[in-house]
T-cell receptor, first 114, second 113 residues
Framework: NAGVTQTPKFQVLKTGQSMTLQCAQDMNHEYMSWYRQDPGMGLRLIHYSVGAGITDQGEVPNGYNVSRSTTEDFPLRLLSAAPSQTSVYFC?????????????FGPGTRLLVL | GENVEQHPSTLSVQEGDSAVIKCTYSDSASNYFPWYKQELGKRPQLIIDIRSNVGEKKDQRIAVTLNKTAKHFSLHITETQPEDSAVYFCAAIPSGGYQKVTFGIGTKLQVIP
């Protein structure tokens, strides 16, 4: 099992550009989510999905879109990048049918918006 | 919503000493409390967790205690080693699941050889 994978590892964007951060898991997990990590602020939930075809907003969804067409993939789209979106982005997944199961994180994508 | 406060923000200990990191939460509906370790440039990894029906859990040199009445939980690392140096995050999660997770801001632990 590769676990949770993310691409790219690093990305530099100019303000106004769009891009997609990729996330995939091979553990047949129902629950997937995206977080951003900023200094002094901990991890904050952007969007999440409880299964294929179902997505919802987290704490800080503005400026981001997600979709979940398959169980394995959960891409995060930045529509028009802003310097405030400079951050480290982590995708996570868990096998959550009921109750709370261990959450596994991907390796992260470091994004710089100029 | 939930508010999780984590203290201290930085902690330096001598190798072999114990380290204690404390988190307090505000929402009594929170019932799952994981702790994550994040090494520099790496992903957060679960090291121990505790559920609200348990007061203490131990795994080798790591233990977590939970006081539901006072709404706080703590991470205890005994016999610290240089490889314990990392940032540690606590989190509080209600029965609704990770959709409602709140993380602490993290504690940077430095173990001095």
């Amino acid at each position: 099992n590769a676990g949770v994978t993310q691409t790219p590892k690093f990305q530099v964007l100019k303000t106004g550009q769009s891009m997609t951060l990729q996330c995939a898991q091979d553990m047949n997990h129902e629950y997937m989510s995206w977080y951003r990590q900023d200094p002094g602020m901990g991890l904050r939930l952007i969007h999440y999905s409880v299964g294929a075809g179902i997505t919802d907003q987290g704490e800080v969804p503005n400026g981001y879109n997600v979709s979940r067409s398959t169980t394995e993939d959960f891409p995060l789209r930045l529509l028009s990048a802003a310097p405030s979106q400079t951050s480290v982005y982590f995708c996570a997944s868990s096998f959550q049918t009921s109750g709370i199961e261990t959450q596994y994180f991907g390796p992260g994508t470091r994004l710089l918006v100029l | 919503g939930e508010n999780v406060e984590q203290h201290p923000s930085t902690l330096s200990v001598q190798e072999g000493d114990s380290a204690v990191i404390k988190c307090t939460y505000s929402d009594s509906a929170s019932n799952y409390f994981p702790w994550y370790k994040q090494e520099l440039g790496k992903r957060p990894q679960l090291i121990i967790d505790i559920r609200s029906n348990v007061g203490e859990k131990k795994d080798q040199r790591i233990a977590v205690t939970l006081n539901k009445t006072a709404k706080h939980f703590s991470l205890h690392i005994t016999e610290t080693q240089p490889e314990d140096s990392a940032v540690y995050f606590c989190a509080a999660i209600p029965s609704g699941g990770y959709q409602k997770v709140t993380f602490g801001i993290g504690t940077k632990l430095q173990v001095i050889p």
